[in-house]
């Protein structure tokens, strides 16, 4: 996306102070140098909580007391825009937005239009993304949360902490959610897929969650239904006592629980229509008895397998004891043969007894035997020590055994209520009462966990919703543009790399997984990670050849309007060769014309970078922006051409906030 900034602002908290405005231009490369504690650092984060970062790293103190509003003036295709952020104060963060035209003359004053949610619906609109789901306040900001221009600011920003990061590649990506967030949406920013495929994916990704909880409730229904099925065996062989059903009607169904419930209801739904007459046959007082002889037949048969299954687990049992009886016995019987691997060792080669020294040809045969013999012992302890074939068929033996005997219980449950059933004859009417009031109150327990939602029916409707979307994934031909993406983008990154004369271990590779960079030597079957590559300069030096190059992929005249901003912002890339020491200070801040002398090739290679960022610009037709932020001045970087001074605070009292505002 074509949009590059203009400047950048501060109103003061003081009204008569003027507003602070930082211009940048779109042809060069804008630095802005200074000593230490100026606020170099501070843009980026002012920048970016501008464009609605979700937490403020603006630091606290001088700058946040001293601005009422940060802000910043932008070009978006050629539309000017004026976007500004109220301070925190003493909040992690301000909603309040300020957005419209950039006007002629700079307010002296703001009054917000915006807050958070309404400032990013405009401004994806803005950036014409707004035809993607919007972040939805509610949502959870994860790896399947919808895509903002929010996303894209992994592209724009090298942070001093990032710039020469071996770990982290890309701005935030420090931290596994905004990782995870930014491997999603990559392929989306590098245009491999587009946005209709964007809001398919989403489609999927709404409809299979839809789908996995449908599944796990009709689980979870079948499961507490299994729980009814006793109580619903019970009412069965009652109502076929008591001739509300016969056993001809469920003999082919007998086994089946939804058809009993069926039946079950249809007899209460007679009932309620004052039709009970019309079910009522002949009682059935035999079926109990079949039943109950049924289950004698079962209960031994359960009770023989049982008992087979308890003598073949005592046998193992006792088996595996004796056999690590015997293994000790074996232990101690190895350690008495002190001194074998000595005996092997100090064997006379001519065939002298080492003993009294006569001569025999037998000695190292019997060596060898008696050394079979010892292995093989060792090998028949190791098997009874350690037998995990043996450990698995007595833990199967033993799951069996549970089974057998939670289905011998079943058994016993069914048969103990049976025996217990009123087998007389009397008062029959007034138990048919009775069992319909048993089960009413059985089928509306069963009502509040049965499939009252069809949910089958919900499952069939999904899957024919999935199904076109599914067609669409396998005709997009994804994994061929991603392989010609990739490849360009690689490509780049080692013509950048080469400009800078970087270490290479073979073939470079931007890590989609990883995020991070890796090289394949054609001659090794591992793969190394930029962690691997030693020294702060190389790490320097790919992190800013990664970004030329992606913006170099992304200047292309038919990649204009995809999602990353046109512009980068690094801080602080020399400091590889001039390390800040742990009270901030850097040597730059110093006098350079001891420093030219006696550091010419840190000097020469800090100068590198700037004659490799002002090639980048200009062979890409001055299609992105650069701005650097830096301890070096002019006398380094001065000559090389497309730089433009945006700001030099190296004398005392300069800085990102003025003197005067702090007085």
Request: overall charge neutral; charged content about 30%.
């Amino acid at each position: 996306m074509k949009l590059m900034i203009d400047s950048l602002l501060l109103w003061p908290t003081n009204p008569k102070n003027e507003v602070r405005e930082i211009s940048f231009k779109k042809d060069k490369i804008n630095i802005i140098h200074g000593i230490s504690s100026t606020g170099k650092s501070s843009v980026i984060s002012i920048i970016d909580y501008c464009l609605g970062a979700s937490k403020c790293a603006i630091p606290v103190g001088v700058i946040r007391e001293s601005v009422m509003w940060f802000g910043v003036t932008v070009d978006i295709m050629g539309h000017k825009r004026l976007i500004a952020r109220k301070t925190p104060g003493n909040k992690s963060v301000s909603n309040e937005f300020y957005l419209s035209p950039c006007p002629e003359e700079l307010p002296r004053q703001l009054i917000a239009t915006d807050n958070n949610i309404s400032f990013k619906k405009k401004f994806n609109q803005l950036v014409q993304l707004s035809d993607l789901p919007q972040s939805e306040e509610n949502e959870r900001p994860g790896f399947d949360a919808r895509a903002s221009y929010r996303d894209m600011a992994a592209f724009n920003f090298l942070p001093q902490h990032i710039v020469a990061n071996p770990y982290t590649l890309f701005f935030k990506a420090d931290s596994y959610q905004n990782k995870e967030r930014l491997q999603r949406i990559m392929p989306f920013a590098l245009g491999i897929i587009n946005r209709e495929y964007m809001i398919k994916e989403r489609d999927r990704i709404d409809l299979q969650k839809r789908l996995d909880t449908l599944y796990k409730q009709q689980e979870a229904n079948k499961k507490a239904l299994s729980g009814w099925k006793f109580e619903v065996e019970r009412l069965w062989y009652e109502c076929i006592e008591l001739g509300l059903t016969s056993v001809s009607e469920g003999k082919e169904k007998e086994k089946d629980t939804n058809y009993k419930i069926e039946r079950l209801s249809l007899i209460n739904k007679t009932y309620l229509d004052g039709n009970i007459d019309t079910l009522l046959s002949a009682p059935n007082y035999e079926y109990t008895n079949e039943k109950i002889r049924s289950l004698n037949a079962d209960g031994e048969n359960k009770q023989r397998e049982i008992d087979t299954l308890r003598i073949k687990i005592r046998n193992f049992e006792q088996l595996f004891s004796k056999g690590k009886d015997f293994a000790k016995a074996i232990n101690m019987e190895k350690e008495h043969i002190i001194g074998f691997e000595w005996l092997k060792e100090n064997l006379s080669p001519n065939n002298e007894c080492i003993a009294c020294g006569s001569k025999t040809n037998a000695l190292s045969v019997v060596v060898d035997n008696f050394e079979k013999k010892v292995s093989r012992i060792n090998k028949m302890s190791d098997a009874l020590f350690d037998n995990p074939i043996a450990d698995k068929e007595l833990d199967k033996l033993k799951r069996n055994l549970r089974d057998h005997q939670e289905e011998l219980h079943k058994i016993r449950k069914q048969k103990l209520y049976l025996e217990k059933q009123d087998k007389a004859t009397n008062d029959s009417l007034n138990k048919v009462y009775v069992m319909i009031g048993r089960i009413q109150e059985t089928l509306a327990s069963l009502n509040k966990i049965k499939n009252t939602d069809d949910i089958s029916e919900n499952i069939k409707k999904i899957n024919k919703q999935l199904t076109p979307l599914d067609i669409y994934f396998q005709k997009s031909d994804r994994e061929r543009h991603e392989y010609i993406v990739y490849k360009e983008v690689n490509l780049l990154i080692e013509k950048y790399a080469d400009k800078f004369n970087l270490e290479r271990r073979g073939n470079v590779s931007l890590d989609k997984k990883e995020l991070t960079l890796s090289f394949k030597d054609p001659k090794s079957v591992k793969s190394e990670y930029l962690w691997e590559v030693g020294s702060g300069a190389n790490w320097m030096g790919y992190h800013i050849s990664v970004f030329l190059a992606l913006h170099e992929f992304l200047s292309h005249p038919d990649r204009y309007k995809l999602p990353p901003f046109s512009f980068l912002i690094i801080d602080q890339p020399s400091q590889v060769y001039f390390p800040s020491t742990d009270s901030g200070e850097n040597i730059l801040d110093q006098n350079n014309e001891n420093i030219q002398n006696t550091r010419k090739d840190d000097i020469t290679a800090t100068k590198r970078i700037f004659e490799i960022l002002s090639s980048a610009i200009e062979e890409n037709n001055l299609n992105f922006q650069v701005i650097v932020l830096e301890h070096a001045d002019s006398s380094i970087w001065g000559q090389v051409d497309n730089t433009h001074e945006s700001a030099c605070w190296k004398d005392e009292g300069d800085g990102l906030i003025p003197q005067k505002w702090i007085r």
